[in-house]
């Protein structure tokens, strides 16, 4: 887990239980769709099945960066994280997930 990750959860309890969610939506999505595929299953049914589980994490992930611009306390931490990343040429862009 990167450091932003850690302070912001560690600072914002909506921001982490949000985060757990979208985490949990993706998961869901992501092992159906996995045992859909090993399954060879195709049909109306199964499509309908996983646009449904794409919307669920689609909507929670929009709520979660909806929570990060709102949220004073997250913004907060993502402007310290913001200077501490200018600062350290090491940082790794690619390590701010749902953020």
Known sequence: ???QLSVK???CSEYQQLLEECRSALEIWNKQRD???QS???GRNVDNELRRL???Y???YTVLQDHAHSCLRCQLVSRIEGRDTENNSYALSGS????
């Open 9 to 11: 959860t560690t600072v």
């Open 1 to 3: 887990m990167s450091n």
């Open 58 to 60: 689609a909507r929670v």
């Open 96 to 99: 701010k997930l749902y953020t």
């Open 35 to 37: 045992e859909i595929y």
């Open 54 to 56: 794409q919307a669920k």
């Open 40 to 42: 060879h299953l195709s």
